[in-house]
């Protein structure tokens, strides 16, 4: 109460650097968002493919990120998010080799690749994102 009565705002920034193998449905995100109780903002998210191969890696990496918008969408307290950066050359998890767990030039974290091609990830990205906007 006491805040309220001072009119400070308050919130939480969280940061969400999740892995290819993470399974956590919208709903999971959203209950989790909406548990602080307060508004959230993603302040900076990527999805770490190190441990990832395989033909469909980069669509199983467009599967968490659109699961993480499916649940910012469905929550009642988080409707900003951040990607932590633009392109996998630049992110951070490929040039800490050595001393990132899990940090190698194959992390391919970002929506976009090395040199800045759009990959299925960015597309599916794009298209869960638009889908949300245009039925708003």
Known sequence: PLIKESGIQIGLGIQAHLYGDNKMSPEEYAQI?????????????????????????LKKQADV?????????????CNTVYIFGTDDSTSWFERSIGELEG?????????FDDHLNPTFRTLEFRQVTFLHVRAE
């Open 33 to 57: 968002f909406d548990a602080f109780g307060v508004p959230v903002i993603i302040t900076e998210t990527s999805v770490i493919m190190t441990h990832e191969s395989g033909s469909d890696r």
């Open 65 to 77: 990120y659109s699961r993480l918008i499916a649940g910012i969408q469905q929550s009642k307290n």
């Open 103 to 111: 940090a190698s030039i194959n992390a391919d974290p970002l929506l």
